[in-house]
């Protein structure tokens, strides 16, 4: 296959560019979790101890364990549900602390993994495969997590949607924990594209294919799209990855339409201090008694 014309190529767009896809207009998350070659990648990652492409290091995974079992007022028998557990990096340390956890995940593989070392270890942990957005989600649970700054990567409709999900998972007075992309990252990115064979050292198919990345930014929304096309001998394929910049004020007013109590921030989920000028930090609400 031959590079295009674009080949090695990153320009500046720069503003008033024609063909900016309208916001969230497509949701590729669970083809890009379920391809074989990339959920491959991802994989490695994940248990890569050190790599953050996935999930954030181990030690920090060790750290935030510790500090979300009291945090969400977890003990031996306690019910969680893990919304995007992945291979299950935080739902089987919660489940070899004796929490019983129930992991959503859309990722065939990421699931066989989480499930095959529950298995081995004799966890209390389940896992289920389907899209927190629509799959079922059991009730009573008494705190929830969604972790890797996931809220982010949704519409507001997908928030809304999904928000209203937790709140009827939780039991009365059960917790909920996130992580957000905070508005102060947006001023990273700027539009741009480029264009090469095997983008990215071949992380999107098996080589030989010609990959090109798109980078748009819609400032008013503080969202930003990376768009990847990528052309391989069997046929085209496309992946979006959004994600929205939110400041807290914007998380609590998510979090009251749904029902959802007043938050408490952290800088992160192991509960360093906030921080507003940071690029993530991470929400702590609860579903109210009443
Ligand atoms: C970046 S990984 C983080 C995994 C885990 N929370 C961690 O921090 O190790 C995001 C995970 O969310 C899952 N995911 C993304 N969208 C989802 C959806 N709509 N429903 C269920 N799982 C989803 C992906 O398959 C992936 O395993």
Known sequence: MQPGPYAGLVTSRGAGSGGRPDPFSEYTTPEFWNDEHISGQMLRF??????????????????????????????????LLDLGCGPGLYANRFAARGIQVLGIDVSRRSLDFAGAEAHCRSLPATFRQGSYLSCDLGTGHDAAILIYEDYCALSPAQRATLLTRVRAALRPGGRFVFDVTGEPRFSQYRDAITREPNLMDGFWAEPPYVGTHETWTYPDLHLVLDKYLIETQAGTRCFWNWMQCLAPREVAAELAAAGLGRPDYFGDVAGTRFDPSATTFAVLTRRPEQ
Not at 46 to 73: Q, Y
């Open 46 to 79: 994940h248990l890569d101890p050190m790599a953050e492409p996935a999930s954030r290091a181990h030690h920090f995974i060790d750290r935030s364990v510790d500090w979300l079992i009291p945090t969400l007022g977890l003990a031996t028998g306690s019910r």
